[in-house]
């Protein structure tokens, strides 16, 4: 009788070894309810280290496995810096409780990050709706204008390493738009595919080359692509930048082959200059330069300003925008807002044809002769836009223009107006 029971309490302790085993070994196992680890895991919530169910709370009586109790404990870990003496005593004691589970976690983790693609993807979707958007000038240089029309467009960024010194650049781009008579755009394209390579030549030289876009001064005015320049540029230097390329333009502009340079400098902690080349080797319509100016006046007020001159056309026509600016969205601040107002000139064969600005004054817009508004009449006004985060990603944009005029003739043009919603993911 004896042997039999102490066979059997010897059989019971071994097999609760093997059960304390187990649940040690198997991080799916549930930890119990009110496990101390589950008020632990409450303080460290509420002294803000880690999250709670969504309300900031752990609740003893709603069970989680050791492994996504680990999960959180890594999570402390991680900001453990940030805390108190106590609480700190506190993530190491679960630290402890769960040193199993965590090293696991950080070898399965190890492994994610070295097999996982190198791709980054990320995007943005804009609706709009525009007013006066067919909006043209009739071959007797009088405005028309249409109802208003809705727009719509979406961008898929692709971010890729190729290796430590190689990185690559893709975007897709779907839209729909018809404004000002710009009807001709395409539906969907790839804008941008371009390779950068830092330092290739050993002299502090970054190479891109490609389909890639490409900004010329503080407005953006002149050109601000999106994308679909194809060719090749450099880039260096840490206080005077200065990018300097070979590309077709053809594929957003009137310009076709060119090479140009572009250079920023700040002159002080308020101040940013910058200066510009463009010359266009093939039918020599573009032989462009210009200087742009960025001037923080205070915390709140900031001055933009740039002067562009072809002097490839007759009377050497010029660009000028001056813009100020108070404040600014930013898409990661919830409430944060901007507004600008600012007055630009298009002298007749200044232009381009691509602009990143708000005001759309493209050459798709034609004459009735065939001929291009900003070629043979140029456009002149003042415009103002008010911008606000509605949450984080989101943000709305409100765009007025008026007193536009053709600088030759001094036609007066319609009021234009423009509302748009941006999200970004």
């Known amino acids: ?33 009110k496990h101390w680890s589950y008020d632990a895991v409450a303080k460290l919530a ?25 999960q959180i404990v890594a999570k402390a870990m991680a900001k453990s810096d940030k805390a108190d003496a106590e609480t700190k005593a506190l993530v190491d004691k679960l630290a402890v409780e769960f040193a199993a589970e965590l090293n696991n976690l950080g070898v399965r983790v190890a492994k994610l990050e070295k097999n996982q693609s190198s791709i980054k993807i990320t995007g943005d979707a804009r609706i709009r709706w525009v007013g006066n958007g067919s909006d043209y000038v009739k071959q007797d240089a009088t405005w028309a204008s249409d109802n208003g029309v809705w727009g719509e467009r979406f961008r898929i960024n692709m971010n890729a390493q190729v290796n430590e010194n190689t990185s690559f ?52 005015y002149w050109m601000d692509s999106t994308g679909r320049i194809d060719g090749a540029k450099v880039s260096f230097g840490k206080v005077l930048k200065v990018t300097a390329g070979f590309a077709n333009f053809d594929a957003n502009t009137d310009m076709n082959d060119a090479a140009f340079v572009e250079a920023t400098y700040p002159v002080s902690k308020a101040v940013t200059v910058s200066g510009m080349y463009v010359k266009e080797t093939g039918n020599d319509n573009f032989d462009v330069y210009g200087g742009g100016v960025k001037a923080k006046l205070n915390k709140d007020f900031t001055f933009l300003g740039d002067y562009v001159v072809n002097t490839a056309q007759d009377g050497d026509p010029a ?8 404040k600014g969205a930013d898409k990661n601040k919830p409430q944060s807002w901007g507004f600008h107002v600012e007055y630009r000139k298009f002298e007749p064969g200044v232009y381009a044809g691509e602009t990143g600005a708000m005001i759309p004054v493209g050459t798709a817009v034609k004459t009735n002769d065939g001929k291009t508004v900003l070629g043979d009449l140029g456009v002149k006004g003042f415009a103002a836009q008010y911008s606000v985060t509605l949450a984080k990603n989101i943000v709305f944009d409100a765009i007025y223009a008026w007193d536009d005029k053709t600088v030759v003739g001094d036609v007066k043009k319609g009021d234009f107006s423009r509302l748009q919603i941006n999200y970004f993911f």
């Open 319 to 326: 660009m000028y925008v001056g813009r100020l600016a108070y």
């Open 169 to 220: 650049y893709g975007r897709v781009i779907a839209m729909d738009h018809n404004e000002m008579g710009t009807t001709t755009k395409e539906n969907l394209y790839i804008s941008d595919a371009a390779f950068t390579t830092k330092n290739p030549f050993g002299l502090g030289v970054d190479a891109t080359v490609g389909r890639f876009s490409q900004k010329f001064g503080q407005t953006g």
């Open 1 to 33: 009788m004896k042997k039999t029971f102490v066979v059997t309490l010897a059989a019971l302790f071994v097999l609760s070894i093997a059960g304390t085993a187990f649940a040690a070994a198997n991080p799916f196992v549930d930890v119990p309810a």
């Open 46 to 70: 509420k002294a803000g280290i880690v999250d709670g169910y969504g309300d900031g709370t752990f609740r003893g009586d709603k069970t989680m496995t050791r492994y996504e109790m680990a």
